[in-house]
């Protein structure tokens, strides 16, 4: 069995950070599942819109919270609970200071070895 490529072009970390999305019409809480520089994988209990830029607020522990932008690029259900799904968004970033990319860039840079 050959093993598979990985075809992204920056590694991805995990992640437990809190982060709320705020979008014309809400605000929606969700949680960071992992991460790279340039995109977000977040889970979250409410459906996000497919098009459009969304603010996030990203509250990473011991630092003070990041604001960016990014853009919904795919949404899918990734758990069904009693009270209704859990939805996974992978958004794409599309506006972040250089200060908080460093940030992501080094968080990344410290999980390398942490993936079991």
Known sequence: MSEQTERREYPRAKA????????????IEGE?????????FVSCSEVMPSEGIVRLVIKLPGRPTMNVAGKVIWSTIIDTVESGAML????????ISESDLKVLQEAVAERQGDED
């Open 16 to 27: 437990k950070w809190p982060v709320t999305l705020i979008t014309p019409e809400a605000q």
């Open 32 to 40: 960071i599942e992992n991460f790279t520089p340039k995109g977000l």
């Open 88 to 95: 996974g968004v992978g958004i794409q970033l599309t506006e």
